[in-house]
């Protein structure tokens, strides 16, 4: 008889306890959360970096067709459809085959101010003139 209750004993202490079980989830779920807002936030930091890259690559696209034409483009579809006189749109050979648009799928605007312009992004939120905006300036 000894021998049955020995067994039972270790039998209810080999397991884990509900207690136990629960303490062990709630700091999986704390460390899931942890790791969850920072992949979150790298993400949105790499969409940010290419979308600057991309327009850093048109503002060079932007300046080959002031070289090419004289002018700067009014605006971003006269890089890949050319000027709207007709007489240098006869020799305009197409710069960009579309139109890019940000890391966000959303469009990059262009704004020509005399002599400088500017291509903007809405950022993370995806809103023009906010203080998430990507800018880059030219001339």
């Not at 790499?46 to 503002?59: C, E, R, V």
Request: no cysteine; hydrophobic share 35%.
């Amino acid at each position: 008889m000894t021998r049955r209750t020995n067994s039972r004993r270790a039998s209810r202490t080999s397991g884990f306890t509900l207690l136990e079980l629960l303490l062990v989830l709630a700091i999986l779920v704390v460390l899931g959360g942890f790791v969850l807002t920072n992949f979150i936030g790298v993400g949105e930091g790499a969409n940010a970096d290419i979308t600057t890259s991309q327009m850093s690559a048109l503002k060079g696209q932007i300046q080959m067709y002031k070289i090419n034409n004289g002018s700067w483009p009014e605006t971003l579809e006269q890089l890949r459809d050319g000027p709207s006189d007709p007489a240098k749109k006869a020799r305009f050979v197409p710069i960009i085959n579309e139109i890019p648009t940000d890391a966000w799928g959303k469009p990059i605007t262009f704004t020509l101010n005399g002599n400088t312009y500017e291509l903007r992004s809405g950022g993370i939120d995806g809103q023009m003139s906010t203080d998430d905006d990507l800018i880059v300036k030219g001339p």
